[in-house]
């Protein structure tokens, strides 16, 4: 059984057919490129560059809770998290609870990756 503490909810590894490990999962080479990223379109590509662009930007990270809360306040919550949740959340974050969080966990784990859920 592993724990998450995000939710307190025990995952049973019972999602895992019988007999499954990490070495019986594909092995994906993070050194050739091409084959880390051929899941990905090059859609999902541009907006990864591009949060990950806009990350290096110290002023914006350094203010950013400032200039998601001026954001919300002028454009509305909504609208904000229209732009957000696609890119940012989603390059960063699972999900939000347990339900959200799993189809990720499983997509991951069928490429051979484990996932930490904190």
Sequence with gaps: RERSTLTGTV???ERQPPNASVQDKPHIDFTDAKEALSSKSTFELL???GVLKTCSIKPLVQNGDKLLNVS????GRN???LVV???FFKQF?????LTTILPTV???KAGGITSILD
């Design 11 to 13: 995952i049973s590894k």
């Design 79 to 81: 609208l904000v998290n």
């Design 72 to 75: 919300k306040k002028i454009f």
């Design 93 to 97: 974050c699972a999900g939000e609870d």
């Design 47 to 49: 907006v990864t560059l």
């Design 85 to 87: 949740r696609p890119t």
């Design 106 to 108: 499983d997509r991951l």
